[in-house]
């Protein structure tokens, strides 16, 4: 099992790297501290099959990672205090350690990262981070603005929604066009994965507002409706992610 461990006290980040080493078949990828480094290193790598992250970091809160980089694998948080424990329920976490981190503790939380596994048939974590996934509540409603006045959105009128010099834009199903106060990473989460998917940094669109797709040179061009003016593309490194939530797989 490959892991990262996002934590910026470097006395704290030996000690779980030590007791991580004691492990079978794990294999520690990265150690990073801040929320800029943990940001700028899973932009450029291949992703781990598990992190475990402080939730302090000296930069910002972790969560802050979370809510930029659309991650598939569990996250183990560690922390002094309890007060984020339902807060990280939103980003894909397994378990929530409270500190100091014991042997005894770590043991536990890796057997339930393990056993869990054993419950899905994919060794990947696919289908065990849509159960994770699936415990956060996502909202039935998006709040947008039209010209001065605030209206609610039902999410499966949404088609998509996308980003134009840094503001948020949602376009519904019949091509109606809204404001949105959030940005693209807050409204990740909000949303159903199973329904959306982040398309690249500047769209998340609705399976229902995929007309067609093909390959192109790597990438995945995707064709919106309603139809939108721009070329919009997969990355070649999401694309196979891209391929098995859509179920060309």
Not at 54 to 68: A, G, M, P, T, V
Not at 134 to 139: I, Q
Not at 180 to 208: M, T, V
């Amino acid at each position: 099992m490959k892991v990262i461990i996002i934590e910026d006290e470097l006395p704290a980040q030996a000690k779980l790297e030590s007791m991580l080493s004691k492990q079978e078949d794990i294999t520690v990828l990265a150690r990073l501290g801040s929320v800029k480094e943990s940001i700028a290193w899973m932009e450029n790598n291949s992703m781990p099959d598990l992190a475990f992250v402080d939730i302090q970091l000296s930069d910002d809160h972790s969560f802050e990672i979370f809510r930029k980089i659309k991650v598939s694998f569990p996250v183990i948080f560690t922390t002094a205090y309890d007060k984020y424990l339902l807060e990280s329920l939103e980003f894909n976490s397994i378990d929530y350690l409270l500190k100091p981190i014991t042997e005894e503790k770590l043991k536990r939380a890796l057997d339930k990262v393990k056993k869990l596994e054993q419950h899905f048939v994919q060794g990947n974590f696919q289908k065990l981070m849509g159960f994770i996934s699936g415990r956060a509540k996502t909202k039935e409603r998006l709040l947008a603005k039209k010209g001065m006045e605030f209206v609610t959105v039902p999410v499966n009128e949404v088609a998509y929604i996308f980003t134009d010099h840094k503001v948020t834009f949602l376009r519904d199903t019949s091509g109606r066009q809204f404001i949105l106060d959030k940005p693209l990473g807050e409204l990740e989460s909000d949303l159903d994965a199973s329904r959306f998917f982040r398309i690249n940094r500047k769209y998340i669109a609705s399976i229902q507002a995929i007309e067609k797709f093909k390959p192109d040179n790597g990438k995945i061009r995707v064709f919106l409706k309603p139809e939108v003016k721009e070329e919009v593309h997969v990355s070649k490194e999401t694309a196979p992610e891209f391929r098995k939530w859509i179920g060309a797989n």
